[in-house]
DNA sequence: GCCAACGTTGGC
DNA sequence: GCCAACGTTGGC
């Protein structure tokens, strides 16, 4: 799961402890908090958009999927007109802390790593800010910290 | 700031 | 349903 870290970080996250993962506006990736979460599932924390571009950390999805009330938010910046209480369009999860790495592990590391050239967020062009790591994947990045 | 790669919108 | 125009993401 893509932040960045300007925006809401892993130490953001830490401090607060759980969070609701607010904003995202892109079909498939609300999809993914949705339809494929599910409460357990851990998920890693990608900083983007920043000096420190990589995995920040380890969190952990902690509740069913629910109304991102940042739709309803008149002057806010997702606000989205066209989402009514009744209807709402953007849904959402908690997501918990679970730990922020002692580094941040960098793109440029991730991409060198054979283990992860399948990767989905590390396809070129990719942009969707959720999207699904196999167990192997997963695995294979806490051993590079 | 640039730009590739999408995703969304809206006229037809 | 098509597709041009436009907007966004995100690495660099």
């Known amino acids: 799961m893509k932040s960045e870290p300007?925006?809401?970080s892993i130490d953001d996250?830490?401090?607060d402890r759980v969070a609701p993962w607010v904003g995202v506006r892109n079909y498939q990736a609300r999809n993914f908090m949705r339809d494929e979460m599910?409460?357990?599932d851990l998920i890693l924390f990608y900083h983007s958009s920043c000096e420190?571009?990589?995995i920040a950390g380890i969190g952990k999805v902690s509740s069913e999927p629910y109304s991102d009330a940042t739709q309803?938010?008149?002057r806010g910046k997702y606000y989205d007109p066209k989402a009514t209480k009744e209807k709402p369009r953007w849904m959402l999860v908690d997501i918990r802390f679970v730990k922020k790495f002692k580094r941040v592990i960098p793109l440029q590391e991730l991409r060198q790593e054979k283990p992860l050239q399948n990767m989905i967020t590390l396809r070129p062009g990719n942009r969707l800010s959720i999207t699904a790591v196999t167990?192997?994947?997963f695995q294979h990045?806490?051993?590079?910290?």
């Open 72 to 74: 309803f938010e008149r």
């Open 52 to 54: 420190n571009v990589g």
């Open 38 to 40: 599910r409460i357990g």
């Open 13 to 15: 996250l830490k401090r």
């Open 6 to 8: 300007n925006e809401y």
């Open 135 to 137: 167990e192997n994947e």
């Open 141 to 145: 990045i806490e051993g590079l910290i």
